[in-house]
């Protein structure tokens, strides 16, 4: 899925539901989103998620960076805690603060 996301460019991506641009206080994030097994094998399903953003603002590189952040996982039909996206945003904010940024 990333592959797709970074091929199209990511900010003109028609994700059908699996690439989102985030909304409120996670605005500027994109969720790509996957359902898939419950961690080992279990019966019912699971989201699979990886929080990213789109860099433009990298120094040294020639093109925009796709970054992803973190990734969760959580039972079918629920929501990540507030906590979460605070430490989504948390890393976020690491990521950006360094500029050139630390690529690995």
């Known amino acids: 899925m990333l592959?797709?996301?970074a091929?199209?460019?990511p900010?003109?991506?028609s994700g059908g539901g699996y690439w989102e641009a985030m909304h409120g206080d996670?605005?500027?994030?994109y969720e790509v989103r996957l359902d898939g097994p419950k961690p080992g094998g279990g019966k019912?399903?699971?989201?699979y998620r990886l929080y990213c953003l789109l860099d433009d603002e990298a120094k040294d590189v020639d093109q925009p960076l796709l970054t992803v952040?973190?990734?969760f996982d959580k039972?079918?039909?629920t929501?990540?805690?507030?906590?979460?996206?605070?430490s989504i945003q948390d890393l976020g904010a690491e990521y950006l603060s360094r500029n050139p940024r630390v690529i690995s």
């Open 3 to 5: 592959v797709a996301v």
């Open 7 to 9: 091929s199209a460019p």
């Open 11 to 13: 900010s003109r991506f």
């Open 26 to 29: 996670m605005s500027g994030y």
């Open 44 to 47: 019912g399903r699971h989201h």
């Open 69 to 71: 952040i973190t990734g």
């Open 75 to 77: 039972p079918y039909r």
């Open 79 to 86: 929501t990540l805690r507030a906590a979460d996206y605070k």
